[in-house]
């Protein structure tokens, strides 16, 4: 048996791979999108002008009421109707950006809210101004802080990529379902997937374990 795994292992392998790569185009893709809106609504929040912040708290709170699905959907069949035209890939990778950056969004907002506010206080009484202030001391402590739930979306990301399969982006359990439709190697095939997703996640988690370690934010 294990024999006839390893063959089928052989067989459909690249095939795999091909999916694989698209998983982690979307996930890099997405995590761009995902970080950047998720600093700038986290920004908002702490900004300190109360209709941006309220906004931002609406905002983050409505796309996370919103399942990934629904995002996926909108972005591929409802935003054409205004006639913007995304391929599945780009529909793929800015719903799942979406969607994830107000996950990212409550991350940076609980790193910068874990900063001492004596460290506010000591800045502002020798005038450095709001905006040095955030860029200089409070971002670097509050990114170092952020890092290991940032750590772990990164992780659901890349497994909730596969969600970009309902608009048809052919990634890697798409791939997995299209084989295993052709060849009914159910078995083989989907346990192939879980091995091919776990080889992706692994080395992810070590590497942001190793940098939580080397950052001291790891107990």
Do not use: C
């Not at 095939?15 to 600093?39: D, H, N």
């Not at 300190?48 to 009421?65: E, F, K, Q, Y």
């Not at 001492?116 to 971002?139: H, N, W, Y």
């Amino acid at each position: 048996m294990f024999d006839s795994f390893l063959i089928d292992a052989v067989a459909y392998l690249p095939m795999l791979l091909q999916g694989a790569l698209t998983t982690v185009y979307i996930t890099a893709t997405a995590l761009v999108i995902a970080t950047v809106l998720g600093l700038f609504w986290a920004l908002l929040r702490v900004s300190g002008i109360a209709p941006l912040a309220h906004a931002s708290r609406v905002l983050t709170n409505v796309i996370r009421g919103i399942p990934i699905i629904v995002v996926l959907f909108y972005m591929y069949f409802v935003i054409p109707e205004i006639g913007i035209s995304l391929s599945a890939f780009q529909a793929g990778s800015l719903g799942l950006g979406i969607a994830y950056s107000s996950y990212m969004a409550e991350v940076f907002r609980a790193g910068i809210d874990a900063v001492d506010v004596g460290q506010f206080e000591a800045a502002q009484s020798i005038g450095m101004s709001r905006t040095k202030l955030m860029r200089r001391v409070v971002l670097p402590q509050a990114l170092r802080m952020a890092l290991p739930p940032y750590g772990n979306n990164v992780v659901m990301m890349l497994k909730d990529s596969s969600q970009t399969a309902v608009i048809t982006v052919v990634e890697l359990s798409m791939q997995s379902k299209l084989i295993a439709a052709a060849t009914f190697k159910s078995s083989t095939i989907f346990t192939l997937v879980a091995l091919m997703y776990l080889a992706m996640s692994l080395p992810m988690m070590f590497a942001i374990g190793r940098l939580e370690k080397r950052m001291g934010t790891q107990k």
